[in-house]
């Protein structure tokens, strides 16, 4: 269990276009979000294995001793990334004192992250390395969430964009990097719930649910067709007009569905005050939306946007989508106020 | 020319479901609207006829000597309703003063009225003669409109419910009455523009929009055979969900078609804080709204409503759909504020 000492980031994720439609065999687009989760591994002599993750409030460091009992036999080789070992994961549960159950953030991330560095830690990133990290990913999202669709660390392996058809995901070879704001409207749902409700009115009006799901498949087509045109011609204002129209068409297609909310209408609302076309992303009821920012979009118009988002309550990021996957960083390569996040030089 | 002494009514129109799908062959329903327009014909001896219509300000008094020489030979056949009489409408355009292309309110209803006027004045209504009212009112929207889809006339005539397809206009034979909130956001529009629009959305992204105009199709079927549910089996709670559901659905898919406006998500946004469910009703963008109101919907209820969306600056009419169509009357069965409104007895 050697650890060389490096930096490594995961970009976040956005549905762009199809969710809910892609529970009933449609196409999604899922894209990397440039809000990147930096990470730290540092090589010890304490003999202790520790993970300190700022951002949940959790701080936990194990002795090396007492982990390594754990592991049954050998480390791990590439093909276990393929399944999750049961036995381990329930050695791990009692060693952490995580119940079969718990869903609680810390504990999950705890158990996620000592099941894959007890498994593996290797370097140097070719395709083959670059697979490995998404199976090991995938290992992670199962312990976490139970039936994962694996879009989340694709997304995060591969970053850019991804079509996501019937559990089958396709990496799309080239797509721009978009500017966008993301907005948290802090508005609390349960997934579960929105997909059910999808499924309830599916359900009891196919006439009136099978052609928006059929609509929603071609808003996702068609927003794959229009990214790639603008990476193999020239970008023109008319590529945006395209983003702009079908992100509002989707966003009434989710009303259509049912999955739509006053914050995400009173979103949409503020942003257009300001020239701007925003959607939700994932579930809807709630949560969070993306707005699309176009390349002449003023500083000044996305800081009074942000400024009147805020007003409504809502937490609000600038960043891109269809940036990188996981990239290894040299420290001079990390923004400053990164580096400070991560502790001591 | 002789003139009976009688009171009739006519009631006003609603698109329940499917404006703007029925421009692109798509079932719509057309609903009577329990706002009357009351016409009291009165035999004098003064040789003059007179029209008086307190609503847009229009008194006019003409010699019936100066009008008999606009009559070519005899007085209208029935099937001369069926076709209009461009030198009829000629002389009049010229003796009113009237020129080609002006389309002013007053204008219209005068031209409107003389020619109906000189061409047929008849009494007591079976079945054929309602034919013949419905293609009278019907040459009564050509002057006025140009190219009506003789929706109104038919509404007006019939009253009920109207299905609407391909042109062809089909009376429902029974529906319920349903009680409304009919909602003036006074938010200008132009029709020829939206309907312009959705031709556009559609030509841009056929693979899109084809499959909402099939959504909206099925929504006026839905609606059609709910509310026939309705006359046929004891109305129930789940009956007025379904027509809820059916109103936010369509409103939805009005604004995947782009002729929503934010003066008609404050409508909906307003009512369902009462727990009350509206879509717009014709071209959007603006323009008039529908909330449906339950039975059991309290009039106090309906009062706050109201009173919030004139708040907002609109005009807010308690009413009912699904009422009679043209009717005769005798006085003493006519509201008293109507009365007044007709002049002295």
């Given at each position: 269990m050697h650890v060389r000492h490096c930096i490594v980031s995961a970009p976040g994720k956005a549905i762009l276009h199809g969710e809910h439609a892609v529970v009933h065999g449609k196409v999604a687009l899922a894209v990397s979000l440039n809000l990147r989760t930096y990470l730290e591994l540092k090589a010890t002599s304490t003999g202790k294995v520790s993970i300190d993750l700022p951002n949940i409030d959790t701080f936990l460091s194990w002795d090396l001793s007492d982990l390594q009992?754990?592991?049954?036999?050998?480390f791990a080789k590439?093909?276990?990334?393929?399944?999750?070992?049961p036995e381990l994961l329930g050695r791990l549960r009692e060693f952490v004192g995580v119940a079969d159950g718990n869903l609680d953030t810390r504990s999950m991330a705890t158990l996620a992250f000592l099941y894959i560095y007890l498994s593996l830690f290797g370097s140097g990133w070719c395709q083959e390395d670059m697979e490995l990290i998404n199976s090991w990913a995938f290992q992670g999202e199962r312990i976490i969430h139970?039936?994962?669709?694996g879009v989340d660390n694709a997304v995060g392996t591969w970053g850019g964009m991804l079509r996501f058809l019937s559990g089958k995901i396709i990496p799309l070879s080239r797509v721009p990097l978009l500017r966008i704001l993301l907005t948290n409207t802090k508005v609390p749902r349960s997934t579960k719930q929105l997909v059910a409700g999808v499924k309830d009115k599916l359900t009891k009006f196919p006439s009136i649910i099978n052609p928006v799901l059929d609509s929603v498949d071609a808003i996702s087509c068609t927003c794959e067709k229009t990214l790639a045109e603008m990476t193999s011609e020239p970008i023109t204002g008319e590529h945006y007009n395209v983003l702009e129209e079908l992100i509002d068409i989707n966003q009434s297609q989710l009303c259509v569905l049912g999955v739509g909310h006053p914050s995400l209408d009173t979103l949409c609302r503020v942003t257009l005050t300001h020239g701007l076309h925003s959607k939700l992303t994932g579930?809807?009821?709630g949560g969070c939306g993306i707005t699309l920012l176009r390349p002449e979009t003023d500083a000044a118009v996305v800081r009074d946007t942000v400024r009147d988002l805020q007003a409504c309550g809502y937490d609000c990021w600038e960043t891109s989508i269809g940036g990188p996957g996981v990239q290894q960083h040299g420290?001079?390569?990390?923004r400053e106020d990164i580096l400070e996040r991560l502790g001591p030089r």
């Open positions: 009992p754990l592991v049954s036999e050998s590439p093909d276990e990334a393929q399944r999750l070992d139970g039936n994962p669709s579930a809807g009821g420290a001079p390569s990390v």
